[in-house]
């Protein structure tokens, strides 16, 4: 159950980002447009790392909504480099609803990096522009240092056209994803109208946690892809029963068992990828972290680094909204309640019970599930 999300989440993070990077096709065109091979990622890679401690800072930035927040931002720093990126292209029109976004197209040279530095200033400004001051300060910072090198020598009229570029794929990147109806769902991840159902082995949010449930409706979120709106519904939990000889007390008391016999380096695994408390990167954002390790890493091209962060970034969300529908689907009783219940009323926990049904682990989906794309 909870405890299993632990141990996998190191290995399925790694094996999305490879499959991802699997699935990026190499081009050979010698005509490169105007996006060079050799465009470095170290701005967009440091833009990213803002974004991770944005996320832990914004108020609401639960993990459904910095899974839809990454997917946006990703999505249109893609389509920002996608149309001088030989061999590669939009993926706007594969995407539900795609026709409703209005794309800018740019023509004349472009400055990549002021580019990119225009558009993260302004996506990552209405993203977050539920902030503290000192966030938008932070941004403001950032995006001045940035520029300022970066309009050294240049063309004044490059340097125009580069940053009206990025602004305007900002705003139409923006606007398009106010069309799923969650600009504001920051602002009511608790909502007062969900009544779950009540019952025995049954996920009931008032005995476990002091939170109302975490975005019960999320799983009604437009996904991107019509092929994963049902994406994880054809898995099951295992039959409620408090019978010790039934699979469901087998898995709860391997839980118990894990839990009090951890070592430290366990321990510390586990207090590291706890998403459930406030303030964490959330698991989008570990994700998007380990991705910027990598692209850094392996020194990937500025184009390289847009499309593996789209394809996470939409990959994230998807995953996130199935995993939403699948939980208040089965309302899954949480691990840590059936053991109290049944098992070890004195059981205790490393983190708090999460507010939302146990069944399915966010994280362990996540290892199992593959997209469409």
């Not at 249109?76 to 209005?102: D, R, Y």
């Not at 990937?300 to 499309?307: I, M, Q």
């Amino acid at each position: 159950m909870r405890q299993r999300k632990f141990i996998l989440k190191s290995i399925f993070t790694w094996c999305i980002v490879l499959a991802l990077f699997a699935s990026c096709t190499k081009s050979t065109d010698p005509q490169i447009s105007q996006l060079s091979q050799d465009e470095s990622n170290e701005l967009v890679t440091d833009w990213m790392n803002l974004s991770l401690i944005m996320t832990q800072e914004a108020p609401g930035f639960t993990a459904p909504i910095s899974a839809r927040a990454y997917s946006y931002i990703c999505l249109g720093l893609h389509e920002s480099t996608v149309q001088a990126f030989p061999g590669h292209s939009s993926v706007m029109s594969k995407i539900n609803e795609g026709h409703k976004a209005n794309l800018p197209r740019f023509n004349g040279d472009i400055n990549w990096n002021i580019l990119v530095n225009e558009y993260m200033y302004h996506i990552m400004g209405s993203f977050y522009k539920n902030g503290k001051p000192s966030m938008k300060r932070n941004l403001d910072e950032f995006y001045s240092e940035n520029l300022a090198s970066l309009e050294v020598n240049q063309n004044p009229a490059v340097v125009k056209r580069s940053k009206d570029f990025g602004a305007k794929m900002a705003k139409a990147i923006f606007e398009f994803s106010k069309t799923d109806g969650q600009e504001y769902g920051h602002m009511n991840n608790y909502p007062d109208n969900y009544r779950g159902p009540i019952g025995e082995g049954l996920w009931n949010a008032a005995k476990i946690t002091e939170l109302k449930p975490l975005q019960p409706f999320w799983g009604n979120v437009r996904t991107y892809f019509k092929e994963n709106v049902n994406l994880h519904l054809t898995s099951t939990p295992p039959v409620f029963s408090d019978a010790k000889s039934s699979v469901f007390y087998s898995y709860a008391l391997e839980v118990k068992n894990k839990a009090q016999n951890m070592n430290y380096n366990e321990e510390m695994m586990v207090r590291y990828w706890n998403d459930e408390a406030p303030g964490t990167f959330t698991p989008a954002g570990h994700h998007m972290s380990i991705l910027t390790q990598l692209l850094k890493i392996e020194k990937k091209n500025l184009a390289e680094s847009a499309e593996a962060y789209m394809k996470l970034g939409l990959c994230m969300h998807d995953v996130t909204v199935a995993i939403w529908k699948t939980k208040y689907t089965f309302n899954t009783i949480g691990a840590d309640e059936y053991i109290r219940t049944y098992i070890d009323k004195n059981f205790l926990t490393l983190m708090k019970s999460p507010a939302t049904p146990e069944f399915s682990s966010g994280q362990s989906a996540l290892l199992v599930q593959q997209l469409k794309f």
